[in-house]
């Protein structure tokens, strides 16, 4: 485990809370799932499990759902969050990158409440198993390194020195060509991927267009909460899985 990158165990962060906003970015338009943001997985909606997981952490101050949708919009409601406003149709494509519905809710609260928070956390939906614990362990990391962002990562369950590429005749080359892959798993070095489930980060630094500042740390997360609902396969693990956690 490298320097400034913490297991995520999960601890309670109970000072500078009003620092703190969360922003859960919920479309009503899905490709792969329809409505997928508001599928039911053990019990509650996707956008909901997103809802609930800013709820229970200590250090946020502010939940608020970004949509399109009067659908999730209702049920952000019912839920617990704010929906203060609605996304234009222009933020609430396929195409639409990340980091611009964040940027959208801070311009609209610059210019309707004056003002801003000092830290944002984005909660994707399709995260079902992050907690509010995440969430708080991921803030207490921020203040104590004096990161700009803390992003979730989780280890890779496909190493990128065992990767492949194949070309139009179907040969595969190795994928990193510029050294020499190990032969055993355990020479592999350490490899994480973004698992989706938190970017935490300065208010100033999205407000640039980007979830990365300059100091950028991770925050490391199970496999067993770093599920990222993107198909309908996906949709069928999340449910089993919390089945199964619901019976436990």
């Known amino acids: 485990m490298g320097p400034g990158i913490e297991e ?3 601890s309670g962060v109970a000072e500078d809370s009003e620092q703190l906003w969360a922003i859960v ?7 792969d799932v329809p409505e997928k943001n508001l599928a039911d997985v053990g019990g509650a909606s996707l956008v909901c499990r997103a809802i609930a997981s800013a709820l229970a952490a200590r250090a946020v101050a502010r939940v608020v759902v970004s949509t399109d949708s009067e659908a999730i919009r209702e049920a952000a ?4 969050a704010e929906a203060p406003f609605t996304r234009p149709a222009e933020l609430a494509r396929d195409d639409t990158p990340g980091i611009e519905p964040i940027r959208h809710a801070l311009e609209w609260f610059r210019a309707s409440e004056g ?3 000092a830290w944002v956390v984005c909660l994707q939906p399709t995260s079902p198993f992050r907690t509010g614990a995440d969430v708080d362990a991921a803030f207490r990391i921020a203040l104590d390194t004096g990161a700009d962002a803390v992003i979730s990562v989780a280890r890779a369950s496909c190493h990128p020195y065992w990767a492949r590429s194949v070309d139009v005749d179907g040969l595969m080359r190795p994928f990193l060509s510029e ?5 055993r ?5 350490d490899a994480f991927m973004l698992n989706g489930a938190i970017y935490l980060a300065r208010a100033s630094v999205l407000e640039r267009g980007s979830f990365y500042g300059e100091r950028t740390v991770a925050y490391v997360m199970p496999e067993e909460r770093s599920l990222d609902v993107d198909s309908a396969w996906d949709l069928r693990v999340a449910r089993a899985l919390a089945t199964e956690e619901a019976a436990s």
């Open 8 to 10: 995520g165990k999960g």
């Open 77 to 80: 409601l019912a839920c617990g």
């Open 115 to 117: 003002r801003v928070p």
């Open 185 to 189: 798993r355990q020479d592999l070095p």
């Open 25 to 31: 970015p919920a479309r009503g338009g899905s490709k």
């Open 179 to 183: 050294r020499e892959s190990p032969v």
